[in-house]
């Protein structure tokens, strides 16, 4: 019913910038949290960053100061503005939302999107 597409990922040298876009699109009555989360090669998913239907933010220490994440409630879409970029960020990045949809607006559902690969490499 609620299908993630993210967009914007690619090759960057370290230092560099990206920007990742995750449009929601379906059958929604409103979304609540979206984030971004990463998994690089051998490691498991982690949170990259939050933010809330009212545009409260949070981010994982790692990235705090380099990496912002904004939404457009109309678009129902979320962006990670990637900064400073460095090898280590190299990850699929995964956009997530919690979503209530307009058949059972009393029922959260949880959603992710296909993954978009970030390769940050000189």
């Known amino acids: 019913q609620v299908q993630l597409v993210e967009s914007g990922g690619g090759l960057v040298q370290p230092g560099g910038s990206l920007r990742l876009s995750c449009a929601a699109s379906?059958?929604?009555?409103?979304?609540?949290?979206m984030g971004w989360y990463r998994q690089a090669p051998g490691k498991e998913r982690e949170l990259v960053a939050r933010?809330?239907?009212?545009?409260?933010?949070g981010y994982a220490s790692s990235v705090k100061g380099r990496f912002t994440i904004s939404r457009d409630n109309a678009k129902n879409t979320v962006y990670l503005q990637m900064n400073s970029l460095k090898r280590e960020d190299t990850a699929v990045y995964y956009c997530?939302?919690?979503?209530?949809?307009?058949?059972?607006?009393?029922?959260?559902?949880?959603?992710w999107g296909q993954g978009t690969l970030v390769t940050v490499s000189s």
């Open positions: 997530n939302a919690g979503v209530r949809v307009v058949t059972d607006p009393r029922r959260y559902l949880e959603v």
């Open positions: 379906g059958s929604i009555f409103s979304i609540d949290i």
């Open positions: 933010i809330s239907s009212g545009g409260m933010t």
